[in-house]
């Protein structure tokens, strides 16, 4: 099952030094209301994954940060966008 996450924008290509609070900062300033900001860790040495999920307040506002932050660098990496963050959820935790 795959459930796509609304209002919620995808951060590829991040350093291993960019934190949360570094994005939170950028989002919120260029885009709108943040309500989250995730770095997966798990990496080598503990390092993150490459990636961050930043949950915007509405699903507009994640719109227009796709717009503000095209080619936006963050911790010296410029970082890719995408809206289409989709969750796959093992089918045993949604079964009766």
Do not use: H
Request: aromatic content about 6%; glycine content about 12%.
């Amino acid at each position: 099952m795959k459930v796509v996450q609304k209002g919620v924008v995808l951060v590829g290509n991040i350093g291993t030094n960019a934190t949360e609070a570094a994005i939170r900062e950028i989002f919120s300033a260029t885009a709108g209301a943040v309500t989250a900001v995730s770095i997966p860790g798990g990496g080598k040495g503990g390092t993150n994954r490459g990636y961050a999920l930043v949950e915007m307040k509405s699903d507009a506002e994640a719109e227009q940060a796709l717009l503000d932050l095209s080619g936006v660098t963050i911790d010296g990496r410029c970082v890719t966008l995408s809206k289409e963050v989709q969750v796959v959820v093992p089918k045993k935790w949604y079964q009766f």
